[in-house]
């Protein structure tokens, strides 16, 4: 389910809260949100500096208040006050109820339903000790058919709510009770409807399932709040929510199975959500490598033995649709680029990624505003290629910030090179001048051509070749290997039987790594 959400809000690089409005079943409804170090939290409550607009709520849905000092003022709600405890006399007959609008609190009210919900303009919270609630005529689930005089039995949420802004000091409501409404007023705001509810995963899978236990009187408290645990989320802009005012912010769960969309009221408070954001999910990293390090132990991940690094991109889904980008979470391990779907929740799942891509025959190809990105010069983009026995595997990458991808281009650079120092050697069989041979490739000492071992007799060098004898390279793309080494044989070719592309790229990371180790490249 996507959720979509808007405001602005001030506060510090990881703390941060502000009046949003959220998206659910596509109506945008005004929240708080609180950003901590590691949640974010939006409530559906009102505001708590009792703060109001004509005797409007500041979130421009609702009539409330506030008791003065800053504190929230006690709610009546329908779990307060159940229909069992409103006289019967009273149902479904019409009343008409005087209210002096007060300064600072308003009419005292939450209001809920409108047309567009196919219900009534329905009371749905009345704060005590303010207007609503002195007059103690006033119930939650009374319909209020008439305000002032002007009809609202026909009104959409929002005239209801421009009707009780304009009415003055003194407000004549013409209410009637409606106990069969009271499950509607139970509802929780649309906060509870925001789809987050699998369980964080167990430590290294991003928490405790024990923690925050839910009981009942939790649930009627807290119904109008929900926590999203920043641990692993995806935050990122422009994925799924089209977006031409840039001020949308989209939090994806590490499951993949949720959004929240956040939007903000103008771009600038947009990216500084944006960033806090960031900085915390950016923040709570080491520690998921180190939980998954925990949890894996000896076993390593996926034929690896560490995690180098690990995150959140957004890959380029092939095709003709240049706006067409997909979350993907990508780890560096000290040899291995792999790609998965979504968060692995068990041990077993990180032995199973989308793709494995040997980081010694990777190279990085692009790296700088993408082609297609949703603002061009703005988005920033890197791109891999890998040579396989099926050809070379193309993928690219969309990060959030230039200091991203600073961190992941730098990361799959030194990856390659790191890769190249740790294995060394590579050995594969091919056939030269209708003689089956073995290549061999040392990080080191360069090419050898040996024949292959017959008898138990040791192979035979054909042809060795350090680095700097190497002229050119080149291959067919199908299964033979040029070497030129500017000898008077000149140009050997070698019959892979499959594919050249790894071979290839290998020895670019060899080179790649050596130029490097000796300081030849800034």
Same mark, same amino acid.
């Given at each position: 389910?996507? %959720? ?8 510090g690089r990881a ?10 079943r596509?109506?945008w ?8 170090g ?19 709520g500041?979130?421009?849905?609702a ?10 003022a006690?709610?009546?709600? &329908?779990?307060?006050d159940?229909?069992?405890q409103?006289?019967?006399?009273i ?18 009210i939450? !209001? ?7 219900m ?12 609503? #609630? ?8 009374? &319909? +209020? ?5 002007t ?9 209801a ?41 167990? @430590?290294p ?7 925050e236990?839910?009981?009942?009187l939790?649930l009627?408290?807290?119904? #109008?709040r929900?926590t ?6 995806y ?16 939090v ?9 969309v ?5 771009s ?20 998921? +490598? ?7 132990g ?5 034929g ?7 995150g959140?991109l ?9 706006? *067409? ?5 990508? %780890?560096? /391990? ?5 790609i ?6 068990m ?18 190809v ?13 988005d ?11 050809g070379?595997?193309? *993928?690219?990458?969309?990060t ?9 281009t ?7 090179h ?11 069989s091919? /056939? =030269?001048?209708s003689?089956?041979?073995?290549l061999?490739i *040392?990080?080191?000492?360069?090419? @050898? ?6 008898d138990? &007799?040791?192979?035979k ?5 350090? =680095? ?23 140009? +050997?070719?070698? #019959?892979? *039987? ?5 071979i290839?790229?290998? !020895?670019? @990371?060899?080179?790649?790594?050596k ?5 030849l490249?800034?």
């Amino acid at each position: 389910m996507a %959720v979509a959400a808007a405001g602005g809000g001030g506060g510090g690089r990881a703390q941060r809260s502000g009046w949003l409005e959220v998206l659910v079943r596509e109506r945008w409804h005004k929240v708080l949100a609180n950003l901590g170090g590691e949640a974010l939290v939006l409530s559906g409550e009102e505001r708590p500096d009792g703060a109001a607009h004509n005797g409007l709520g500041g979130d421009g849905t609702a009539c409330r208040g506030a008791e003065g000092g800053g504190g929230t003022a006690a709610v009546r709600t &329908a779990f307060t006050d159940p229909p069992e405890q409103v006289p019967e006399a009273i149902s479904n007959k019409k009343r008409c109820v005087k209210v002096l609008k007060q300064e600072l609190g308003g009419l005292g009210i939450s !209001i809920k339903g409108g047309k567009e919900n196919k219900m009534p303009i329905l009371i749905s919270k009345i704060f005590k000790g303010l207007a609503a #609630d002195q007059t103690q005529a006033l119930y939650v689930g009374d &319909a +209020i058919l008439a305000v002032n005089g002007t009809d609202l039995r026909d009104a959409t949420h929002d005239e209801a709510v421009q009707a009780l802004k304009r009415a003055g000091k003194e407000v004549l409501l013409e209410v009637k009770y409606m106990r069969e409404a009271t499950p509607y007023v139970k509802k929780g705001s649309p906060v509870s409807e925001i789809g987050w509810e699998t369980p964080p995963p167990e @430590s290294p899978r991003l928490g405790s399932a024990a923690a925050e236990p839910v009981s009942q009187l939790s649930l009627s408290i807290h119904r #109008d709040r929900k926590t999203i645990p920043l641990k692993m989320c995806y935050v990122t802009r422009n994925m799924t929510v089209p977006d031409p005012e840039n001020r949308i912010i989209e939090v994806h769960s590490p499951d993949a199975k949720h959004t929240v969309v956040l939007r903000s009221k103008d771009s600038a408070t947009a990216q500084a959500w944006f960033n806090a954001i960031h900085s915390c999910v950016n923040e709570l990293i080491p520690r998921v +490598i180190a939980e998954i390090r925990d949890q894996l132990g000896k076993t390593g991940i996926a034929g690896s033995r560490e995690i180098r690094h690990l995150g959140w991109l957004a890959e380029k889904v092939p095709g003709d649709n240049e706006k *067409h980008w997909k979350p993907v979470l990508v %780890v560096l /391990t000290e040899k291995d680029l792999l790609i998965y779907e979504s968060m692995p929740r068990m041990k077993e799942a990180w032995f199973s990624p989308v793709h494995t891509y040997p980081l010694l025959a990777t190279r990085l190809v692009h790296s700088g505003p993408g082609k297609g990105s949703p603002k061009s010069g703005v988005d920033l983009s890197f791109a891999t290629r890998t040579g396989t026995r099926q050809g070379i595997e193309t *993928h690219l990458f969309r990060t959030e910030t230039s200091r991203d991808l600073s961190l992941w281009t730098r990361s799959v650079v030194q990856g390659c090179h790191n890769s190249a120092e740790l294995i060394t050697e590579i050995t594969t069989s091919c /056939t =030269y001048k209708s003689q089956e041979c073995r290549l061999t490739i *040392h990080y080191e000492h360069g090419f @050898s051509l040996t024949t292959n071992p017959q008898d138990g &007799a040791f192979s035979k060098t054909i042809a060795q070749y350090p =680095y700097e004898k190497l002229k050119m390279s080149s291959d067919d793309g199908i299964r033979m290997l040029y070497l030129d080494f500017g000898e008077k044989d000149g140009e +050997i070719q070698l #019959d892979l *039987h499959s594919c050249p592309k790894p071979i290839v790229f290998i !020895i670019h @990371s060899f080179l790649s790594a050596k130029i490097t180790r000796l300081g030849l490249v800034a």
